[in-house]
């Protein structure tokens, strides 16, 4: 059965990218030398389903920065708008995430990467969210994109870990509860 799977990173006032969706914060604190935990967590990943916006602040990023295939959920970019070098690496669709998933469970993927703010938010107001590992960047942006939005019900969380990093990022691990 296919699976979708959270990996992101906030400020620690939960913004994941300011209201222009710029991510230098975040970037700034990319240090090399020290492994979060994504090497791993990608290794088991089919593919990788990301909205718009996060595609949008990616596409321009080389090299192009992911080793699976990308779904981007939009309902106005189309195959015409794909930048040449990302040909057979990214493809669009305006399924619902319902639908997606459909499509990617009959095309043989397993476990999906959902990335991108409003994308997640869709994907766990339709129960389509078994983990998410939440990386907290020390910072306060005061301002800017939330992970979470409004949700028509509780959703109930199992922590499973936590840890930290030298460089003051802090990351939890859950899981939905069933």
Sequence with gaps: MISGHVFIATS???FI????GDIGWLLQRDDPSEDHGYDDFIKDIDVILMGRGTFE???AVRPWPYTRPVLVLSGSLKDDQMPDDLAGKVRFSDKSPEQAMAMLEAEGSRRVYVDGGLVIQSFLRAGLISDMVITSVPVLLGQGRRLFGPLPSDISLI???TRSFAS???QS???IAP
């Excluded at 990218?17 to 222009?20: E, F, H, Y």
């Design 173 to 175: 691990r859950y899981r």
């Design 168 to 170: 003051g990022l802090v």
């Design 12 to 14: 620690l006032d939960g």
């Design 57 to 59: 602040a990616m596409q």
């Design 17 to 20: 990218a300011r209201a222009d």
């Design 159 to 161: 922590h499973e870990g």
